[in-house]
């Protein structure tokens, strides 16, 4: 539905940012074919990372050439095959994969529709700390625990916590009324996707209401906290950088 008054949700500001599906406009990106693809964080807004949002036509598919940047994605709906290391998958929801620096990788025969959420960043070797493999996995297979101790806020982690790795992938799972047990200020930056139900984050000063499909970047040390609000559960994907000394 087109918006009158130029009303919007959404929110980019110098240390936090929200971004809806009201929102998004479509970038090329070059090996990328038969999809439409969103960036909805990139360092151009002050972020370290880049987020984006691919969905596929049939007939799409992906080449992308070894770099210094590490990939992880996540098949939000749909069905894909990934090639990675010489090896090939095929990922329905809930299905990831990590793709290493200086590795390259695609995507192919995908179902029209499907979707998916891809994180990349630089790597930063770390001396000693060996190096980060290709994986693929998925979400249904990776046992979760309660934050904290609270049974209302399941935590799935979905990479190896190995110092090999200098990102971290995880998904939360709130159930209606669960929340962050308190206000986080922290020096990992985030990346996040909301996979279902709604809630409200609150970002800095700010409050917002937020619901499937609304993605949103944490620079270090913003003020964080999550509430999930309505009659289901409420889940996000959301990316953080681990492993490396502070600078």
Same mark, same amino acid.
């Given at each position: ?9 959404? /929110?980019?500001?110098?240390? /936090?940012? $929200?971004?809806?599906?009201?929102? /998004? ?20 807004? *002050?972020? %370290? ?7 596929? &036509? ?15 994605? @996540?098949?939000?709906? %749909? ?6 290391? %010489? ?6 929801? %809930?299905?990831?994969?990590? =793709?290493?620096? *200086?590795?390259?990788?695609?995507? =192919?025969?995908? &179902? ?35 934050? #904290? ?6 935590? !799935? ?5 190995? $110092?090999?790795?200098? $990102? ?6 709130? !159930? ?7 206000? &986080? ?9 909301? #996979? ?11 409050? @917002?209401?937020?619901?499937? *499909? ?9 003020? !964080? ?23």
């Amino acid at each position: 539905m087109t918006e009158l008054f130029g009303h919007t949700r959404a /929110h980019v500001g110098p240390r /936090h940012a $929200l971004i809806t599906p009201a929102n /998004h406009v479509a970038s090329v990106i070059p090996g990328v074919a038969g999809a439409t693809c969103v960036v909805l964080i990139n360092p151009a807004m *002050g972020a %370290g990372m880049t987020q984006m949002l691919w969905t596929f &036509e049939a007939g799409g598919g992906a080449s992308l050439p070894a770099n210094d940047l590490e990939t992880f994605g @996540y098949v939000m709906t %749909g069905e894909v095959k990934v090639s990675l290391a %010489g090896a090939e998958h095929s990922a329905g929801p %809930g299905g990831f994969f990590f =793709s290493p620096a *200086g590795k390259p990788w695609g995507l =192919s025969q995908p &179902e029209p529709g499907t979707r998916l959420t891809l994180f990349q960043k630089r790597y930063a070797p770390l001396a000693g700390a060996g190096s980060a493999r290709p994986l693929f996995g998925n979400a249904a297979e990776v046992a979760g625990a309660p934050f #904290l101790g609270d049974p209302a806020a399941n935590l !799935q982690v979905l990479l190896p916590d190995e $110092l090999a790795y200098d $990102l971290a992938v995880n998904l939360f799972t709130y !159930q209606p009324g669960g929340h962050l047990p308190f206000v &986080e200020i922290h020096i990992m930056e985030h990346g996040l996707i909301l #996979l279902g139900g709604a809630g409200v984050y609150r970002l800095e000063d700010s409050w @917002y209401p937020v619901e499937a *499909g609304d993605a949103i970047w944490m620079a270090p040390y913003c003020a !964080q906290w999550f509430v999930a609000m309505g009659k289901v559960p409420a889940s996000y994907l959301y990316y953080k950088d681990v492993n490396r000394p502070p600078q």
